[in-house]
């Protein structure tokens, strides 16, 4: 059956519009009513989003969605929207005030062309907190905040909206016969449709400037502002792109894998363990195969990881904490165990390692020259060891050493982890590594400073 027609869109269940009298949001709202019920839109696909400020108290008297938030914002909340259902039209009813101080946003759509219509209700200054000048007073233009007269240009939200890329600009007044045609037009825009619509404040710009409804034609004309269509360049809608190109990237997503418990641990309490090396000996890596493993064994697992911006330089810091239970706190104010396999590593966390606890063990690269600590400290020849079969392995060596030394868990689950989860090119080579630091905490060199 074929909906009925609506014969407009706002309702009067909440009484007349508020605006004062002669207030050119009244025209805009109405020629809004009437362009909605040209299109004849299901209302409920519809969302009016406002912004603060007194044209932001219009979207109420509509019957279709409505979105109110951050003073600025409303374009991005439009954006939001639309991205996420690119099926509904989306309306945003902005103040010029709103307008400069979102400025970045309206750049931003623009640039990226995002399909909401935009309607600036521009009367030059900030109506609803007591005429404010906003970025479209005009020069000289009196305002509370102007008082003898404004030093700034208007900035011209058409030419800017044009030059960031909008694919469709229209400069209208609110007093244009044909405002519910074109604003019709502008919603029927697939892109972004910049709609900036010239009105006067009854209250406050036009009482203080003496804007009437003819001298905001002399205001356009003195500044060179042309009404009418200014842009008119259609390029493919952003959301529908993006999810294209979603829809595209998908396929090469590799699927994520889920860690279920097939070992037992031996760990009472949360615990913390720090690694400390040289960005780019597998650092962050190692310690994720080493946390994925205790997961495999019952554990929940977390990793925060420290490294400098550059790439390739260095120190790289990774921290896993351990638990039976949930963990719900991060930080490792004292570690159970630290691990340090680089003179990077060691210049980094030297000040930690110093205040190392008695608790603590601390397994080093027997080459390391390490301060004064509490902690119990083990020297392995890590470093002699990764070379004999690839130096990047000694991250992964010094974990399998801690797990000999500490017993967490099970080698086994660091292997599995290993074999299901690693290249099949590193496989072979990491599991040897893994063996051997295993292997060398049995002729470990203890020593107890
Ligand atoms: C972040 C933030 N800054 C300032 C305000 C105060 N404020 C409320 S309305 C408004 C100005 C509205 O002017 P405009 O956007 O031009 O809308 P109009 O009232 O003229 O329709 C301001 C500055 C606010 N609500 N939130
Ligand atoms: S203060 Fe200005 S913008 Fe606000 S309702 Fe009154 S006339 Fe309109
Ligand atoms: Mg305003």
Request: charged share 20%; hydrophobic share 40%; net charge positive.
């Amino acid at each position: 059956m074929k909906p009925a027609e609506h014969h407009s869109y706002m309702t009067d269940k909440i009484g007349p519009l508020p605006f004062c009298p002669g207030c050119g949001h009244f025209l805009l709202t109405k020629a809004l009513d009437r362009a909605l019920v040209k299109l004849q839109p299901d209302p409920k696909k519809v969302v009016i989003v406002t912004d603060i400020g007194c044209i932001g108290l219009s979207d109420r008297y509509f019957i279709t969605n409505a979105f109110h938030g951050l003073h600025g914002r409303s374009i991005t909340y439009g954006c939001g929207l639309k991205l996420a259902r690119p099926d509904l039209t989306v309306i945003v009813l902005q103040g010029d005030g709103g307008c400069g101080i979102g400025g970045t946003h309206l750049l931003n759509v623009s640039r990226r062309n995002i399909g909401i219509t935009l309607i600036v209700g521009n009367n030059f200054n900030y109506g609803m907190t007591g005429g404010q000048h906003s970025v479209t007073t005009p020069t000289s233009g009196i305002t509370s905040t102007t008082p003898w007269g404004n030093v700034e240009g208007p900035m011209d939200l058409c030419g800017t909206a044009a030059a960031a890329g909008a694919a469709w600009v229209y400069r209208a007044t609110a007093f244009d016969k044909d405002l519910p045609d074109v604003m019709a037009n502008a919603i029927e825009q697939p892109g972004f449709a910049m709609f900036d619509v010239w009105e006067l404040c009854t209250a406050y710009y036009s009482p203080r400037n003496q804007l009437t409804k003819m001298n905001l034609f002399n205001l356009l004309k003195s500044y060179d502002f042309k009404l009418g269509l200014l842009v008119d360049k259609p390029r493919p809608e952003y959301s529908e792109h993006y999810r294209k190109a979603f829809e595209k990237g998908k396929r090469v997503i590799k699927q994520k894998h889920t860690i279920s418990k097939k070992y037992d641990h031996s760990v009472k309490r949360q615990m913390g363990i720090v690694i400390a090396g040289s960005a780019g000996q597998k650092i962050k890596s190692s310690a994720t195969l080493f946390a994925e493993a205790a997961m495999l064994s019952g554990l929940d697992a977390t990793q925060k990881d420290d490294y400098p911006i550059t790439v390739m330089t260095g120190h790289s810091i990774a921290e896993i904490t351990l638990s039976p239970e949930q963990i719900d706190y991060t930080a490792i104010e004292s570690p159970d165990y630290f691990v340090v396999i680089s003179k990077d590593g060691l210049k980094r966390a030297r000040s930690r390692i110093e205040n190392l606890s008695e608790n603590c063990t601390l397994l080093a690269e027997e080459t390391l020259e390490l301060p004064e600590t509490k902690a119990k400290i083990i020297r392995i020849p890590l470093f002699q060891n990764a070379k004999k079969i690839y130096k990047l392995t000694i991250a992964i060596m010094s974990l399998a050493a801690l797990l000999k030394h500490s017993n967490l868990y099970p080698l086994d689950a660091l292997k599995k982890i290993i074999s299901n989860f690693q290249k099949p090119s590193v496989v072979e080579i990491n599991l040897n590594a893994v063996k051997i630091g295993f292997e060398l905490i049995n002729n470990e060199k203890r020593r107890n400073k």
